[in-house]
T-cell receptor, first 110, second 115 residues
């Protein structure tokens, strides 16, 4: 059975802090790993990672994949209150199916 | 471009009732998906479709049915509602090219309560 585990499950930080969210996986037929942000509504796409060691960046957010150790991290620097959300990690396998982790609830306090 | 739309936004059902959750996308995506998300949990795949006329089971298909008669529509049917089906339901779609299939675009969700 495919499995995706995220840690921590919840995190509370102050504005300006840097956070690292973790995602590890055990799946068959790995295709890609995706990060989503969910703010009380539908998830919105952040990154898709397919190759090890290549960092993807979007503003203050960045992510990297390690296919040997089977994990990914999502970094957020200089956090803002608008970053408060649930961050979901998902792994795509053959047939374009996504298996999601439970998510990390990030709260950024002013 | 409306993207992925879902109706209704909210619904309360009694045990044993049936209903259909509607999902439509206008991006000409071949792949469509139904997920459920229970409180504090990640999303679980119910059913998916790789094109009109083709559907397949996901992780948690029991108690649900789907059909895909057109590219645009992918309705989800609950035949005998049970309290365990209380959840938020998300529909999603993705393109069919190899490089972008995995990026799924989500609808706004349907919050279903079964009492």
């Amino acid at each position: 059975e495919d499995k995706v585990v995220q840690s921590p499950l919840s995190l509370v930080v102050h504005e300006g802090d840097t956070v690292t969210l973790n995602c590890s996986y055990e799946v068959t037929n790995f295709r890609s790993l995706l990060w989503y942000k969910q703010e009380k509504k539908a998830p919105t796409f952040l990154f898709m990672l397919t190759s090890s060691g290549i960092e993807k960046k979007s503003g203050r957010l960045s992510s990297i994949l390690d296919k040997k150790e089977l994990f990914s991290i999502l970094n957020i620097t200089a956090t803002q209150t608008g970053d408060s959300a649930v961050y979901l990690c998902a792994v795509a396998t053959s047939g374009s199916r996504l298996t999601f982790g439970e998510g990390t609830q990030l709260t950024v306090n002013p | 471009n409306a993207g992925v739309t879902q109706t209704p936004k909210f619904r309360i059902l009694k045990i044993g009732q049936s209903m259909t959750l509607q999902c439509t996308q206008d991006m000409n995506h071949n792949y469509m998906y139904w997920y459920r998300q229970d409180p504090g949990m990640g999303l679980k795949l119910i059913y998916y479709s790789v094109g009109a006329g083709i559907t397949d089971k996901g992780e948690v298909p029991n108690g649900y049915n789907v059909s895909r008669s057109t590219t645009e529509d992918f309705p989800l049917r609950l035949e005998l509602a049970a309290p365990s089906q209380t959840s938020v339901y998300f529909c999603a779609s993705s393109r069919d090219s190899k490089s972008s299939t995995d990026t799924q675009y989500f609808g706004p969700g349907t919050r279903l309560t079964v009492l």
